[in-house]
């Protein structure tokens, strides 16, 4: 019997995800799309539901705490601190920039609300993996992945996507029949393993750089993450790791761009209008070090703001397609993983909701043709001018062209190489003659 995919709503979640600065009522626009597209209603065969609605929980102080600070934390679910800075409290300024309230990140009535309940929405899909009542586990007011353990960053307040990892990496109390995320277990040592893939079209920074390799560490690591981003000079956020991991010259020559190159920390960096052509070429990368790091589970942060038509006009991406946004993601369902499927970024707020909508019937199997009308509920005038459920490409030039993929392609060529050498070889030391560090030269 399939099992449904979990999805995680509430009308408190949508009240209070709905308050986020960046993303004011998209979360409302979002689950009162899939509700009237009536995806909750939608059936297996055998009468079983495709979709099940679970309530989030509040997360608790120690489960935020296994990542955030306790200063931040203390800070951030004190109400007293979420009214608007006056100029002349100068001590209290000074808090809000040490804690990222500021700019992009201002502090808002029912932050420590949001806070609590946003992880908590995440921790809840994550418990329904972990339980084995589902395989795939959909939040899609979390995959807040700029947030830092001690600010917050990007329109992020919570570190959501870390704390999920953190939670799943965990090995589970009592071992579950065939289940993915209790591999290994039969030894009493190994733990899932973790791939985090994010889409949006900012670069992961803050996911990344936690769970990136020490420096002096040598064994193989339990979690890889893999961003496919925009990337250009001055574009949000600035990392050392959101380029591309190693460049390699016509004579065969490494240098690695990292500082010391990590094969679990990986990023694809794309120029301007990259299009559905463009990530299907990539997406032969994302099927190689899925294949050769071998996830337990998955983790697909699902951010919007890559497609057509968003205000960060970055890409050309689409919904449907080869290469589209619903492609990429069946392609992942396809690997057959156990999957935590969360939300992101997304500054149109109809099309987010298009492309969730899209994605959460997706990932039942069942997917809404992209012609199809948008059902009339509250915020339908909201979908205008085409009152349909696609988001069509604009007309925005490729500029990743066949030479700049080719150099992509060779280098992850070399580093697919280099994962598998220290997967086979956990505990050796690792392979650098042929890679020269460029923070090392300078
Ligand atoms: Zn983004």
């Not at 808090?95 to 949001?114: I, Q, V, W």
């Not at 395989?135 to 700029?146: E, Y």
Request: aromatic fraction near 8%; glycine fraction near 8%.
């Amino acid at each position: 019997m399939p099992k449904p995919v979990a999805y995680v709503v509430s009308e408190e979640l949508v009240k209070v995800s709905s308050l986020l600065p960046s993303n004011k009522n998209r979360s409302l626009l979002v689950h009162s799309l899939v509700k009237a597209f009536r995806l909750f209603a939608s059936q297996h065969e055998d009468g079983t539901r495709c979709l099940q609605p679970i309530r989030p929980r509040k997360a608790a102080y120690k489960e935020l705490a296994t990542y955030h600070t306790r200063e931040y934390l203390d800070y951030t679910l004190d109400p007293e601190n979420q009214r608007e800075v006056n100029s002349a409290e100068v001590g209290i300024e000074g808090k809000m920039n040490e804690f990222g309230l500021e700019d992009d990140c201002p502090p808002f009535l029912g932050m420590d609300e949001y806070i609590r309940l946003v992880a908590g929405a995440t921790f809840t899909a994550v418990d329904a993996l972990r339980t084995g009542i589902t395989d795939v586990a959909v939040c899609w007011d979390g995959g807040r992945h700029h947030a830092q353990k001690d600010r917050a960053s990007g329109f992020c307040y919570v570190a959501d996507c870390v704390l999920a990892i953190l939670s799943l990496r965990r090995p589970i109390p009592a071992p579950l029949p065939d289940s993915s995320l209790n591999a290994g277990r039969a030894d009493g040592q190994k733990k899932p393993k973790v791939m985090y893939l994010d889409l949006d079209v900012h670069f992961s920074d803050a996911v990344s750089h936690a769970f990136r390799a020490s420096r002096s560490a040598e064994t193989a690591a339990q979690v890889l993450t893999l961003s496919i981003h925009h990337a250009a000079p001055g574009f949000f956020p600035i990392s050392p790791l959101a380029g591309l991991p190693l460049s390699i010259s016509d004579e065969g020559n490494e240098e690695d761009n990292t500082g010391e190159l990590d094969p679990f920390s990986l990023s694809i960096p794309l120029r301007l209008g990259a299009s559905c052509a463009t990530y299907a070429r990539v997406w032969r990368i994302v099927d190689r070090v899925k294949d050769t790091f071998q996830p337990d589970v998955v983790v697909l942060q699902c951010g919007t703001d890559a497609l057509a038509g968003d205000p960060v006009g970055a890409c050309n991406w689409t919904l449907g397609g080869e290469g589209g946004m619903g492609w990429c993601v069946d392609r992942v369902r396809g690997w057959g993983k156990r999957m935590l499927v969360l939300g992101g970024g997304g500054y149109n707020s109809p099309n987010t909701a298009r492309a969730w909508a899209y994605l959460t019937s997706i990932l039942t199997g069942n997917p809404i043709p992209l012609d199809s009308d948008i059902p009339d509920h509250f915020a339908f005038p909201l979908y205008q001018p085409s009152f349909t459920l696609d988001v069509p490409a604009g007309n925005m030039s490729d500029q990743n062209d066949d030479a700049y993929l080719n150099t992509i392609e060779r280098t992850y060529h070399r580093i697919c190489d280099i994962l598998e050498e220290r997967l086979a070889r956990p505990d050796r030391p690792r392979h650098r003659s042929r890679i020269t560090s460029l923070t090392r030269q300078s």
